[in-house]
């Protein structure tokens, strides 16, 4: 058989077609009133898309830059931070923090795990200026519960700054940016909105605006004030990724159409974002579903399962990156080993973005053909089971 390669990764993830043709198409200089209209364009639909009424900022980076401009823009040298952590994203946020200078306490919870709030609580004191967190930890398949979160934060009083970094949990999570009270929301171009990676984004509150005005950290190229009063003029500081920015239009596009209807064709961008979002949901959870009839271990607790990937546990003894590279030379399937001290013990198929319903009949069908192939110690295995598990989930629960 022929094998057509397929990426099943949280990030990059599969490209959409009509922002390809998007990026072909996008020869036009930035500083000019044709990218100045498309550019102002796609700055309004990523506030649809994000759902808040802040503004949002894209730069030319990879998610981690938006990290590194969050801590940089928003603390100053000693500002005492609380980051939480439980995988190796989360991971990143204590590194670029410490770089910055600030006094760190940090709540961790073993990988697979999330948080406790009590110990949040615990460790979150008067002079905590912001706490960072991850929305979804894509490293071991966890979403965090940010609500709760942000719930306590009002509680207590607190005037940190809550900083999520929602690179993949933007479009796969049902995230409330200003009902909830979140003060920076973080996304990234190769996740759910189905673009090459390059482009960030952060939606940022009015409170997260005025705290910029009393810190001083250093920053130059990521200085957001400066990103915003250029945006303002349909413009960005820097020289832009122009076809970037094109195909990101072209995505928000094609999610907003998701959702049309007679009345309204071009489609409603906040309805799309929900269909998408109840996409991953339902993928992941036909995925979950599969595994465990094979009788493989889910690492993600019940009820925190995040949407952008399903982390499945290799039965003890055995090693993940078998089905791994089976998926790939057998069929040309792309999954993600664990990360970190997890490698070798679980594996990651993702949802996120341009996954749909035959894409995730495929995988779990090559996956069973590839546990068998290999013989690969799934307790409850045999042809077919995981399939029925996954049709018979989308058969009574799909909208």
């Known amino acids: 058989m022929i094998r057509k390669t397929r990426l099943f990764t949280p990030g990059p993830t599969p490209l959409l077609p009509a922002a ?40 030319s980076s990879s998610g981690s830059g938006a990290m590194e401009a969050a801590v940089s823009n928003l603390t100053s040298p000693g500002d005492r931070v609380l980051v939480l952590t439980a995988g190796k994203f989360g991971e990143r946020w204590t590194g670029i923090t410490k770089a910055f200078g600030c006094h760190v306490d940090v709540v961790s919870a073993p990988y697979g795990s999330t948080f406790s709030l009590d110990e949040v609580k615990a460790n979150l004191h008067l002079e905590t200026r912001a706490v960072f967190v991850q929305a979804t930890e894509s490293s071991t398949g966890v979403r965090h519960d940010i609500e709760a979160i942000a719930r306590l934060l009002k509680s207590e009083n607190s005037e940190a700054l809550l900083i999520v970094d929602g690179i993949t949990g933007l479009g796969t999570s049902h995230l409330d940016m200003d009902g909830w009270g979140i003060d920076v929301l973080i996304g990234g171009s190769q996740k759910a909105v189905m673009i090459p990676p390059g482009l960030s984004y952060l939606a940022v509150s009015q409170r997260a605006w005025d705290r910029m005005e009393a810190t001083y950290n250093p920053r130059y190229y990521f200085d957001l004030r400066k990103e915003r009063k250029n945006a303002a003029k349909g413009e960005s500081a820097y020289t832009p990724s122009v076809a970037l920015i094109a195909a990101l239009g072209a995505a928000l596009n094609y999610i907003a159409a998701q959702a049309a209807t007679p009345e309204q064709p071009e489609g409603d961008l906040a309805a799309g974002r929900v269909k998408l979002v109840d996409n991953a949901i339902t993928c992941a959870a036909m995925t979950r579903a599969a595994a465990t009839a094979l009788g493989l271990k889910l690492f993600a607790p019940a009820g925190n399962e995040a949407a ?7 039965p003890e003894g055995s090693d993940s990156g078998t089905l791994v590279k089976g998926l790939k030379s057998q069929f040309g399937a792309i999954v993600t080993d664990g990360q970190g001290e997890m490698k070798g013990q679980l594996f990651r198929i993702a949802h996120i973005g341009f996954f749909d319903y035959m894409d995730t009949i495929a995988i ?14 799934a307790p409850n295995f045999t042809f077919g089971k995981g399939l029925i598990a996954a049709q018979t989930f989308f058969a009574e629960h799909a909208k």
């Open 20 to 59: 390809q043709f998007a990026m072909a198409a996008a020869d036009i200089h930035h500083r000019t009133p044709e990218f100045r209209a498309m550019y102002t364009r796609v700055l309004s639909q990523l506030k649809e898309f994000v759902g808040t009424k802040n503004d949002v900022i894209i730069l």
């Open 308 to 314: 952008a990937a399903t982390a499945i546990v290799a």
């Open 364 to 377: 779990l069908g090559a996956l069973e053909q590839v546990i068998h192939k290999t013989k690969f110690p």
